[in-house]
């Protein structure tokens, strides 16, 4: 949890699979925070291995 207003998920997999999105969709469904990120670091450029999320 970063400054309580955002979960950042760091992942090192050849690929973000939709597991991935789900654990962090829960996280954020039980801390009651709307804003998740999922980073990938097994990607050339880590900058393509981000993924913004939305608790809506």
């Known amino acids: 949890m970063v400054g309580e207003q955002l979960i950042l998920e760091l992942k ?3 690929r973000l699979a ?3 999105v789900a654990q962090l969709l829960s996280y954020l ?3 009651r925070l709307r804003l998740g990120l999922l980073v990938n670091f097994n990607v ?4 393509t291995g ?3 999320l939305v608790n809506t």
Do not use: M, S, Y
């Open 44 to 47: 050339r450029e880590v900058r």
């Open 50 to 52: 981000i993924k913004r």
């Open 12 to 14: 090192a997999v050849d």
């Open 29 to 31: 469904k039980i801390a």
């Open 18 to 20: 939709p597991i991935h």
